[in-house]
């Protein structure tokens, strides 16, 4: 079973910034798309960026030029940079590795609190 840990959430003023973090149990590569999603509370969870195998990454508008999510192969782990961040950022993070499109993989979560 596919164990996926995120770390590096916690409490931040507004404008601060914060490194999340997301070890997967097995060879990153092995996933074609590792995403970060996030759920405020009392809201969906929504898509926040991607990584795919081929190395692209795209982010969501609220979070694009703030955000920057990256990889290190050598230790199977997916990082999401947060920078600027603001108060609507609060929320939960979730790591997200896919197999397929129907084998999809989910972290315990996160939390990010952005307050002053």
């Known amino acids: 079973q596919v164990q996926l840990v995120e770390s590096g959430g916690g409490l931040v003023q507004p404008g601060g910034s914060l490194r999340l973090s997301c070890a997967a149990s097995e060879n990153i590569f092995s996933f074609y798309v590792v995403a970060w999603y996030r759920q405020a509370p009392g809201k969906q969870r929504e898509w926040v960026a991607t990584?795919?195998?081929?190395?692209?990454?795209n982010y969501a508008d609220s979070v694009k030029d703030r955000f920057t999510i990256s990889r290190d192969h050598a230790k199977d782990t997916v990082y999401l940079q947060m920078n600027s961040l603001k108060p609507e950022d609060t929320g939960t993070y979730y790591c997200?590795?896919?197999?397929?499109?129907?084998?999809?993989?989910w972290g315990q979560g996160t939390q990010v609190t952005v307050s002053s």
């Open positions: 990584f795919t195998s081929s190395g692209s990454t």
């Open positions: 997200n590795a896919r197999r397929t499109t129907t084998v999809t993989y």
